[in-house]
């Protein structure tokens, strides 16, 4: 008995979990910037879009870039995107899906006519993990990578610019390799939901139509270092009480005003020792509001809740933007095609807003961009067990062609 060919969404997922093998830690999926997992999620994806004879290549941030292109050679681009970095211990899913589902479409489309060619992205960061800041490939595509982010510091005392160098591409190219095509009139981010919504209410797809803003900071506790034992309790400066302080601070703000969420994610105490009171702490916030005035309005508090606490313990604190992005819409008119391409394939199709960001949001302002998202069973994102079913990988991959093939211009400037 012959074996059934793997399905269009099967074949998505098994190459999804290909990919997830590629990792810089072995046992779980780890793939920062420009590791040696990095080059290797190269090497496969290289291989599969030669399959369908695309034209492909690296720009020098190393995203991987490829066009299937129209007879026309004056014709607009539809630009398709995501991210193939990981965050640490993370699951198979989050951007790659976007990246192979992309390619699938494209693989789908490729004796079809079009009046305009397509380019497929796979960025080679969003996460932010290895430098501590997000979204550089399409900063760079959007000509907002500054010399400042490429002097930032991994763990281990290497910039970005080095990081780029020592994958063979040169940071002083990236102004005219990193570039967006000139003539790009839409562009489409498939992506994982990364929540519960749609779960709930047993749908594959939505459709977004705002990313809300966000703003990270790093919050560093100084106090004094001694010893555990011999310093009385009413003697001691401890950065890591005032810290805990803080962050209960932090939770009680968040929890009184609604829809706001912070997260204090990341907690380094030093020296880290049993017996030792802690000296300093570096800490994160993650600070996310649909209100960009709100936001603001969060982030003024929670300094002053910081400073608080750590004048009431005899410690200094400072905070640091690392970085921050306001909400943004998405392009109405995208918005609305997306939708009726979902409907055309049979779909009942929500919109909403994503609480996450992506690189949608640093593109949108500077081309027409729309979003599509994929049910994430359980809201289960950023773990191990992050999962994807085949009917919504096929809804949105049928969504994906549909609003492909009756793409056209012009389109609304209103991004």
Sequence with gaps: MTEASPTRAERIISRCRELARLTDVPGETTRLFLSLATREAHT????????????????DTGSLRTIRRTANPNAPTLLLFSHIDTVLNAGPFDGVLGVVLSLAALEELSTSPLPFSIELIALSEEEGIRFG?????????????????????????ITVADAIRNFGLNPHHISSTCSLSPNTFAA??????????????NESIAVVEGIIGQSRLRFIFEGHANHAGTTPMPLRHDALAAAAQWITAVEQYAATH??????????EVF????????GRVDASLDIRHPDDTARHEAVT?????????????????????QSEQATVSMNPALTTQLQQAAHRAGHTVRTMSSGAGHDAMIFAPH?????????????????????????????????????????????????
Excluded: C, Y
Aim: no cysteine.
């Design 367 to 415: 081309v027409p961009t729309t979003m599509l998202f994929v049910r994430s069973p359980n809201g289960l994102s950023h773990h191990p067990d992050e999962t994807v079913r085949e009917q919504d990988v096929e809804a949105a991959l049928a969504t994906t062609l549909d609003f492909i093939r009756a793409l056209h211009e012009p389109l609304t400037t209103n991004h």
């Design 271 to 278: 020296p880290g020792a049993v017996n030792v009171i802690p």
């Design 301 to 321: 508090a929670l300094e002053a809740a910081a400073q608080q606490a750590a004048t009431s313990r005899g410690v200094r604190v400072t905070a640091s933007l």
């Design 44 to 59: 496969k994806l290289l291989g599969w879009m030669r399959e369908v004879n695309l034209e492909t290549r690296t720009d």
């Design 258 to 267: 609604n829809p706001l969420v912070a997260t204090v994610g990341r907690l």
């Design 188 to 201: 489409l981010e498939i992506h994982i939901e990364q929540g519960p919504v749609l779960d709930a209410a």
């Design 133 to 157: 800041f997000p979204f550089l490939s399409s900063l760079a595509l959007t000509g907002q990578l500054t010399a400042e982010h490429l002097a930032r510091t991994d763990a281990d005392g």
